[in-house]
């Protein structure tokens, strides 16, 4: 399992190495340092030949410790390398200043911000951003923007950009770039960005996988520490998906309710995608007026008809319908009849869409009425109307971290609700109330920007409420439906629409070992 670790967390593992006598601070930093040259040479190979030349601009801490190690290591395989100091050289820290003294007996150490534009003669080179890491605690302000400005300038649109550890600018904890007062907020804009030991929140939320470019992370020998509170990076579905054998009744049967005449596409797509991810049967709840606009677009689905709050409670009188999903094209005003109902016959439910939003007058009504068999699926907009105060502190900008981040507005909403949250977004956060948390994010080798179209989040709701109906937990059903969800999307790629993804099920499936 990989997790994520914030910046205080990493600097304890850190610290509990050190402690333990394993391996010293100068060792981590070397072989930090080794790490991103390594990196560096494996991303660009021709660099090795050809370009043999970088900038490298340290800063004041240990992260800047690391770029003394970077140079002496380029330096060693005849690379031309220029390198500027942001601070007093008397004031690093102890290991950053071992590799600092060793550093100057090989070559010049130059003054940040510089006077004039560094220049290694002719063509390409390589920036190695070493300036601030997880030691970042405010935004870049008018000493150190400028000097990042510089190598936007056309004269090095050719340069590799390389991150040690975090571009800096980007909070760890939060992938927010950090403002410093009115300023615009400045951030280091890497091709690469090189970590260590274990990826760190804000390489995958917020803004972080923009301005990371590629990432990879480093082994440095410490060893995995194991922090509960930590988040976990979703990788894989986590869920045994496959069928051994049974009748259709013995693998659940969901309920989607869908909204009126014109407004059914939504349910549709939902209860398509959880007879696909394998509940046994799936039922759609239509009002009168929409009976016909279905009947003539289903044959595996069923349907039924519910025109109000007393029809579902007597559909629901058949325990055999174990999961309900309410909220794709339900309507506000269908979804404040039906939601009450839905949850106080306590079936494991998702709610998503009008379901979430028909609470934005009371959301506390909602979290009266949840319990823990619950997931909400809210988007950003969807989740500012039920918790208005935790988007606040997501929106404008950050000054001073570690930043509050979509991790800890997703739990602090899960614990309020009392049930599983799953906050959407490329940088999908989905938290339980008792503080479990996991990242997943469609970024790097996982991108899926086609996921950005209209319906997609019904399917994500159907998958969800198809896996619950399978008997899987709240968390771990919308844990393993985010994963599948980009697994279906990348499956098909540029083109999709939402309709082709309960339809790439099969091959993710297949892909999978299900
Ligand atoms: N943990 C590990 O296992 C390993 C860690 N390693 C490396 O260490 C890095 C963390 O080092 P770190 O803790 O020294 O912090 P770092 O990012 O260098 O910055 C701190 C300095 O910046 C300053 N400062 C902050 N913001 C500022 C601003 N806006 N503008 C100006 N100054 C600002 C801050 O000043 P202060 O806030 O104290 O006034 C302080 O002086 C980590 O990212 C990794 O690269 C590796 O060697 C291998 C093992
Ligand atoms: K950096």
């Known amino acids: 399992m990989s997790v994520l670790l914030t910046a205080a967390q990493m600097r304890a593992a850190e610290h509990a190495g050190m402690a333990s006598g394993a391996v010293s601070g100068a060792e981590l930093m070397e072989r930090a340092g080794q790490g991103v040259v390594a990196a560096l040479l494996k991303t660009w190979p021709n660099s090795e030949v050809a370009a043999r030349r970088a900038i490298v601009l340290c800063g004041p801490g240990n992260n800047g410790g690391d770029g003394f190690v970077i140079a002496r290591l380029l330096h060693q395989r005849d690379w031309q390398v220029e390198l500027f100091l942001l601070g007093d050289s008397s004031r690093l820290p102890a290991d950053a200043r071992l590799n600092h003294d060793r550093w100057n007996a090989l070559g010049k150490v130059g003054a940040l911000p510089f006077d004039a534009p560094p220049r290694l003669s002719g063509g390409e080179g390589v920036v190695i951003d070493a300036l601030f890491g997880t030691g970042l605690t405010r935004g870049l302000g008018a000493?150190?923007?400028?000097?990042?400005?510089?190598?936007?300038?056309?004269?090095?649109?050719?340069?590799?950009?390389?991150?040690?550890?975090?571009?800096?600018?980007?909070?760890?904890?939060?992938?927010?770039?950090?403002?410093?007062?009115?300023?615009?907020?400045?951030?280091?804009?890497?091709?690469?960005?090189?970590?260590?030991?274990?990826?760190?929140p804000g390489h995958f939320l917020a803004q972080g996988p923009e301005v990371c470019g590629a990432l990879e992370v480093v082994d440095i020998g410490l060893a995995a520490a194991s922090f509960a509170e930590a988040?976990?990076?979703?990788?894989?579905?986590?869920?045994?998906?496959?069928?051994r054998g049974g009748h259709k009744f013995d693998h659940g049967h969901a309920l989607i309710l869908s909204g009126g005449f014109g407004r059914t596409g939504a349910a549709r797509l939902a209860a398509r995608a959880a007879l696909r991810i394998g509940a046994g049967l799936v039922t759609l709840a239509v009002p009168g007026a929409a009976q016909m606009e279905v009947a003539a677009q289903i044959t595996a689905l069923m349907m039924r008809r519910v025109e109000t709050a007393e029809a579902l409670a007597q559909l629901l009188e058949d325990r055999r319908l174990n999961a309900v999903c309410l909220g794709p094209g339900l309507g506000i005003e269908r979804a404040r009849m039906l939601v009450p109902e839905a949850l106080r016959a306590g079936r494991a439910t998702v709610l998503d869409a009008d379901a979430l939003s028909a609470f934005a007058g009371d959301p506390e009504a909602l979290f009266t009425a949840l319990h823990a068999d619950c997931v909400l699926t809210p988007h950003g907009g969807e989740f500012a109307r039920l918790f208005p105060d935790l988007a606040r502190h997501l929106a404008g900008p950050l000054q001073s971290g570690p930043g509050f981040s979509r991790i800890d507005a997703a739990r602090a909403a899960a614990a309020r609700a009392g049930c599983t949250v799953l906050l959407k977004g490329p940088d999908t956060v989905i938290a339980a109330p008792d503080g479990t948390v996991c990242v997943h994010a469609a970024a790097y080798g996982r991108a899926a920007p086609w996921l950005a179209t209209a319906g997609a989040g019904d399917v994500l709701a159907g998958l969800i409420c198809g896996l619950l109906a399978r008997g899987a937990g709240a968390y771990q059903a919308a844990r393993a439906a985010a994963f599948l969800h980009v697994e279906a999307a990348r499956c098909i790629g540029p083109g999709l629409i939402a309709e082709d993804l309960p339809e790439a099920l099969p091959a993710v499936l297949r892909g999978l070992g299900a």
């Open 143 to 200: 000493e150190v923007a400028p000097i990042l400005a510089r190598f936007e300038a056309a004269g090095y649109a050719d340069w590799h950009r390389v991150a040690v550890d975090l571009p800096s600018g980007l909070c760890a904890d939060s992938g927010r770039v950090l403002a410093a007062g009115d300023s615009p907020a400045a951030v280091f804009r890497a091709d690469l960005t090189v970590s260590f030991h274990s990826a760190k």
């Open 231 to 243: 988040a976990e990076l979703v990788t894989d579905p986590g869920l045994p998906l496959g069928k």
